[in-house]
Structures are given as structure tokens and as C-alpha cells.
């Protein structure tokens, strides 16, 4: 379809089926509606729980400990990601942990995140930051070892120093393919923020989502549930946005 207008609505028409098809399936499934609320009845407990202020605290709470936890593992694993695809050695001694643990689910962690933070913000920051931190060093490195070696060369013919290396060469060169993980990191920091909000604070759209199915409100459960949908899509297209940024945009921005 070429009509710009007609694109910009499927996305649209796909929601408006799916509210259709949940509608019908709660009318004609058999199910009663404390199990699976109609439409209205969620609307109705989106407007109740915004009403409060509850809906509004608890994502700005989730996305705070997304925020947080996501630019720690930028700030840390960013360089760690450069000196393992430039250091041989630093490569060779730490990658292979690094590798080891990539694996491991952050939700694996969450045991000794209790036991090392306590109940709080402190473990499910911890658990976002591990979710991030693996990914990211990996790209990161991946992207400094995909460099062509002729501008390492050039560079030292021009009698660069590491630092202008660093700054003139291996920036601009990484930076949007490391913008570009950024898209999947962000993601999965979501994922995981919600799974570890049930167990770790008391805070967020995923306590939210607990607390409201122990209190049998799974009007309040699905509010919750499409709240994350939203806020998840949100950050999907501010970062879909910066990944198509021209590269001499980013060539300005890494000057």
C-alpha cells in the first residue's frame, strides 16, 4: 500500500480488531468477569487507578529504575566494551568471564539481589543493570574489534595519541551500532524491571500487577498490563528515532 494514510492506520485497525476479538471472547468464552474484565470494566480501572494517582506513580517509579540502571551499564560497560576490543590482553583475560556470565538470566539474580541490597530500589536497580550491562559490553566490543585496521594505521601515522584514538576513530566508527543495541537493551531492561518489581519493592507497574491479582482486581492487573505495552512502545520508538539518525549526525555529535 503507497497511500501514507492507509499505512499510518493499519497499526490502528490491528488495536480496534484486537479490542473487537477480546470483547467477543469475554462475552461468548464463558469465563466471568473477575477473571477476564471486558474492555469497559479496564477502562473504568484505568480511570479509577489515574484518578489517585496510583497509575501514574507506579510507572513513573518503573521507569525511573529502567533509567537508572540502564546508564550505569552504559557508563561502565561502554568502556569495558572499548578496552576488551582494543586491549588484547584485557580481551583475553576478562571476556571469557564476561561470556560466562552473558547467559545467566537476571532473574536468576534475584536471590542474592535480596540478600546483597535488602528489600528496595537498590536490587531491582541491580537486576536492570545486569540485564544491560552483558549486552552492551558485548556490542560494544564487537563494534571496536569490526573496525578496518587502515584507520588505526592512519591514526598513527598521524601520531594520534590513545585518547584521540579513542575520541577521532573508535567513537565515531561504534557509535551507531552501539546506538542500535541500545534499542534491544532498552527492551529488555523493561522486560526485566517488571519481573523484578514482584518480588523486590513494593513500587511499580509490576508490584502493581501483583498486588492487584492478590486483591482479585484483574481489571487493575490488565490496566497494568497495557500500561507496560504503551510505556514499552514509547521507548521502542524514541530509540527506533535515534537509531535512524544519519551517520553525520553522529559524526557531529562524537566530534
Partial sequence: ??????????????????????????????????????????????????????????????????????????????????????????????NPLIQFLRPISPLAWIPLAMLWFGIGESPAIFLIFLSCFFPLVTSTMISVLSIKPIYFQVASNFGFTRQEVIKKVVLPAILPEVITSFR????????????????????????????????????????GMITIGLIGLSLDYVMKQLTELDEVEWRKFSS
Fill in 1 to 94: 500500500m503507497h497511500n501514507p494514510i492507509v499505512r499510518k492506520l493499519l497499526p490502528f485497525i490491528s488495536f480496534f480488531l484486537l479490542l473487537i476479538i477480546w470483547e467477543l471472547t469475554v462475552r461468548f468464552s464463558g469465563w466471568s468477569t473477575h477473571v477476564f474484565p471486558t474492555p469497559i470494566e479496564v477502562v473504568n480501572g484505568a480511570y479509577e487507578l489515574s484518578s489517585d494517582g496510583k497509575l501514574f506513580k507506579d510507572s513513573v517509579a518503573s521507569l525511573y529504575r529502567v533509567t537508572v540502571g540502564f546508564y550505569l551499564a552504559v557508563i561502565i560497560g561502554v568502556p569495558l566494551g572499548i578496552i576488551l576490543g582494543r586491549v588484547r590482553v584485557a580481551n583475553q583475560i576478562i
Fill in 184 to 223: 534491544m537493551i532498552v527492551g529488555i531492561a523493561w522486560l526485566v524491571v517488571v519481573a523484578a518489581e514482584m518480588i523486590a519493592v513494593q513500587s511499580g507497574l509490576g508490584y502493581l500487577i501483583l498486588d492487584s491479582r492478590n486483591a482479585l482486581r484483574m481489571d487493575y492487573v490488565m490496566v
